[in-house]
């Protein structure tokens, strides 16, 4: 039980130093209503969803241009998700 309680504080105390981060990617709804909400309704994205990925991958290119907020990470999750639309992003348009 020692040794657990010692390797356990001193993960914690490693990650403390490190500077943890949470490595699990953003959901693709989460992108849309924290960063791309920032400058625009969701109506114009939900609009297009379904169009190829080569056209998402232009437009968000161009949106992450004027936004600094849009990681390349970002932009790779939502060329996937809106070309190909999955469940939370077709849930997210109908509200």
């Known amino acids: ?14 990650c403390l130093l490190a500077g943890c981060q949470d490595t699990t990617p953003p959901a693709c709804g989460e992108i849309l209503q924290e960063k791309c909400q920032t400058c625009h309704s969701l ?8 169009r ?12 992450a241009n ?3 907020v849009i990681t390349g990470k970002d932009q790779k999750i939502l060329v996937e998700c809106l070309g190909q639309p999955k ?6 348009c109908r509200e």
């Open 1 to 14: 039980m020692a040794r657990f309680a010692a390797t356990l504080l001193f993960s914690v105390g490693a």
């Open 87 to 92: 469940k939370d992003v077709a849930e997210l």
């Open 52 to 63: 190829d990925k080569e056209s998402w991958q232009r437009t968000i290119a161009k949106m």
């Open 43 to 50: 109506v114009r994205t939900c609009d297009g969803l379904g």
């Open 66 to 68: 004027y936004s600094s």
